[in-house]
């Protein structure tokens, strides 16, 4: 299965053909994670794909002049994927971590490691450590994903996230067990409430009751 933000790499008749229908504007963006073997990531999808075709994306650092962020939208067929691979551990990023951060994200690793909560990191800081291209800026957020299984398991990741958001630029998601997503910041404000929430799915964008969501997490406990 999967699901957004996991990173996929394609085989080189795969890079060849999307090189070929490539805009001149991005072929030279392509022929470069091509020939690095870098990975894409899976984006939500706005339209319906075929059932065996998966949204990819690329995302290129912010120009340096303009801070422009482009994106290369992509799909390929399931049976063209070489290999996937699920976002970096966070602390698997260490190499791009500047040193600003150092100290706190030391801390939250550790935090996370003690309580036995995955966390894992994408977006501008896992993209700097997969290909040590010029991704973070001074306003730059460490993206997260918050992968809790019950209930205990959320609370005591959301009070470790809230935390270190002092210390950090900490943004991101919690992804439940369905693959449903809510920004963390958001389900924090919510959570004590009968507010609803924004989830993100591989192909939906739906405001949902937080019961709906928490009751995803009593299936799996």
């Not at 890079?15 to 091509?34: D, E, F, I, V």
């Not at 900490?170 to 369905?178: C, N, Q, R, T």
């Not at 409430?193 to 969501?213: E, G, I, P, R």
């Amino acid at each position: 299965m999967f699901c957004r933000h996991n990173r996929v790499w394609l085989s080189s008749s795969v890079w060849q053909r999307a090189c070929g229908a490539a805009s001149p504007a991005h072929l030279s963006a392509l022929q470069r994670w091509a020939e690095n073997d870098w990975p894409l990531v899976v984006r939500r999808s706005e339209s319906v794909l075929p059932a065996d075709s998966l949204g990819l994306g690329l995302a290129l650092p912010p120009d340096a002049q303009t801070g422009v962020k482009t994106r290369i939208p992509l799909t390929v067929a399931l049976n063209e994927i070489a290999r996937h691979e699920p976002p970096l551990a966070f602390s698997a990023v260490a190499s791009a971590v500047p040193s600003a951060w150092q100290a706190a994200y030391i801390e939250l690793v550790h935090e996370f490691d003690v309580a036995q909560l995955e966390l894992r990191v994408y977006g501008s800081l896992a993209l700097q450590a997969i290909t040590g291209l010029p991704y973070l800026t001074a306003t730059s957020d460490v993206d997260v994903l918050f992968s809790p299984r019950t209930h205990a398991q959320l609370q005591q990741g959301l009070q470790i996230l809230q935390t270190y958001s002092q210390y950090l630029p900490l943004d991101g998601e919690i992804v439940f067990p369905s693959g449903r997503a809510v920004a963390w910041k958001e389900w924090a404000n919510a959570a004590n409430s009968s507010h609803k929430v924004m989830a993100k799915s591989m192909t939906h964008l739906n405001l949902m009751n937080v019961d709906d969501l928490l009751s995803d997490l009593e299936r799996q406990a």
